[in-house]
C-alpha cells in the first residue's frame, strides 16, 4: 500500500508564495507519472502539472511561468513551488502517482492515476 502525504498548505495574499510537498512511502523513481491536482469548491477535479520519470513536465497554461513541480528522489518527495498566487489559485491541492505512462503532451485525467494524497487547502485572498 502505498501513502502521499501532503503539506505545506495554508492562506496568503495574491502575489504571494507556498511550497507544497508530497512525501511517498515508496521510492517514487518506481512511478512513470507523478502530478499536483486541484479542486475548487463546486468545480471538478483538474490537473495542475505532471512530471514524468525521466524529468519531462507538462503545465495547465492557467499556472504556467508562475508554478513548478520538482521532486527529489532522495527523498522520495514531490514539490510544487507557487508563485504569484492568485485568488483563483484557491483550491484543495492533490498530489498523484501512477505507474503507467500517460498520453504524451498532456496533463491526464483523474482517474489515470492510482495514487493520491489526502489533499490540502491553499486559500489565496
Known amino acids: 500500500h502505498v501513502q502521499l502525504v501532503e503539506s505545506g498548505g495554508g492562506s496568503v495574499q495574491a502575489g504571494g508564495s507556498l511550497r507544497l510537498s508530497c512525501t511517498f512511502s515508496?521510492?517514487?523513481?518506481?512511478?512513470?507519472?507523478l502530478g499536483w491536482f486541484r479542486q475548487a469548491p463546486g468545480k471538478e477535479r483538474e490537473a495542475v502539472v505532471r512530471?514524468?520519470?525521466?524529468?519531462?513536465?507538462k503545465y495547465a497554461d492557467s499556472v504556467k511561468d508562475r508554478f513548478t513541480i520538482s521532486k527529489d528522489n532522495d527523498k522520495n518527495t514531490l514539490y510544487l513551488q507557487m508563485n504569484m498566487l492568485k485568488p483563483e489559485d484557491t483550491a484543495i491541492y492533490y498530489c498523484?502517482?501512477?505507474?503507467?505512462?500517460?498520453?504524451?503532451?498532456?496533463?491526464?485525467?483523474?482517474?489515470?492515476?492510482?495514487?493520491w494524497g489526502q489533499g490540502t487547502q491553499v486559500t489565496v485572498s
Open positions: 498523484a502517482a501512477t505507474h503507467y505512462r500517460l498520453a504524451f503532451g498532456l496533463l491526464g485525467t483523474p482517474g489515470e492515476y492510482q495514487y
Open positions: 515508496r521510492d517514487i523513481y518506481t512511478f512513470y507519472c
Open positions: 512530471i514524468d520519470s525521466d524529468g519531462s513536465t
